[in-house]
């Protein structure tokens, strides 16, 4: 892992909190950290186990010295380009904060339109079949965002989230455990799968859902440091063209689908074209896809079938 070092922080860290703040926030945006004051508020919320509301509920109060050195050294590791939510271990995604490590992708608000995707579909195919239970497969688990988020707007659904990653299972069944009531984690099943490599058998699902590796090498290499050089290369990495996961993926869903089952996925800015060229050579003949906030071709959404 490279980093872009940063000399060591002077320690002039102010003993108010009011005033220590002001200071991180300072050092931060001269950091060239997007939102310096949020992160701020973040880290110093993270050192003091408070809600970010309570930096401001109180009373001013000082910072202890042990404190002030913690401040300093989560504010160094910033600076440095380690991502936030390594450093506090949390990232807020859907309707929930999810445990984070350096072992799994951090989930990105342009994913929250994936999950949405998922909730309308299902509601189209719940209407047709209000008594049967959805079986949903999400290939490239990571950290569990998406099927946890999904099993809580889904009370009816079975779900297998698989990923390759043995460090990344552990991650979802902790944040399963977390989020979860007994009777949802009952209806997820988490396993370590290479999903090119696994035979399901016989088993179909009703959708697919996945997040999928989908940065070219060229494209990687432009990444900001803090995916780059901190983020899991496996699950950011697609080949050459960035499609080395994205091809398979809709050839096995395919065999994998009930017949008007259906396929979401979020694809990288400006492979929509590539990848309608794959779903057509697959006898996907409906399909379509959602633009981000950043009006960008962000999420497939293809039903099985001619």
Avoid at 61 to 71: G, I, M, V, Y
Avoid at 79 to 106: D, M, S, W
Avoid at 206 to 213: E, G, H, K, W, Y
Avoid at 246 to 253: N, T, V
């Amino acid at each position: 892992m490279s980093t872009v070092m940063q000399p060591p922080l002077r320690h002039d860290c102010p003993a108010s909190r009011t005033a220590a703040l002001r200071w991180a926030v300072r050092l931060l945006a001269k950091g060239n950290i997007d939102n310096p004051r949020l992160e701020a508020e973040l880290l110093l919320a993270h050192l003091l186990k408070l809600r970010r509301e309570q930096l401001y509920g109180e009373q001013d109060q000082s910072l202890s010295k042990a404190d002030r050195d913690d401040l300093v050294r989560l504010l160094q590791r910033r600076l440095q380009g380690e991502p936030l939510a390594h450093i506090t271990g949390r990232r807020a995604f859907y309707k929930n904060e999810f445990h984070i490590t350096a072992e799994v992708l951090i989930p990105r608000p342009e994913t929250e339109i994936l999950v949405e995707s998922t909730i309308e579909i299902f509601a189209e195919l719940g209407s047709n079949r209000p008594a049967e239970v959805t079986e949903i497969l999400e290939v490239g688990t990571g950290c569990g965002a998406i099927a946890i988020s999904l099993l809580h707007a889904i009370p009816n659904a079975n779900i297998l989230a698989i990923d390759v990653s043995e460090a990344a299972v552990t991650v979802a069944k902790k944040n399963a455990t977390r989020l979860l009531t007994q009777t949802a984690q009952r209806r997820l099943t988490i396993q370590q799968l290479d999903f090119d490599e696994t035979d399901l058998g016989k088993r179909r699902f009703d959708l697919i859902v996945s997040n999928p590796p989908y940065c070219s090498a060229k494209d990687f290499m432009a990444l900001p440091r803090e995916v780059r050089d901190f983020e899991p290369r496996i699950a950011i990495d697609g080949g050459s063209d960035g499609l080395r996961f994205i091809e398979p993926l809709i050839c096995k869903s395919r065999q994998l689908l009930r017949a008007d089952g259906h396929l979401i996925m979020e694809v990288g800015a400006g492979q929509h074209e590539a990848v309608s060229r794959i779903l057509k050579s697959q006898s996907f003949g409906r399909f379509f896809f959602r633009r981000d906030l950043a009006s960008i071709k962000r999420c497939l959404i293809a039903r099985n079938g001619e």
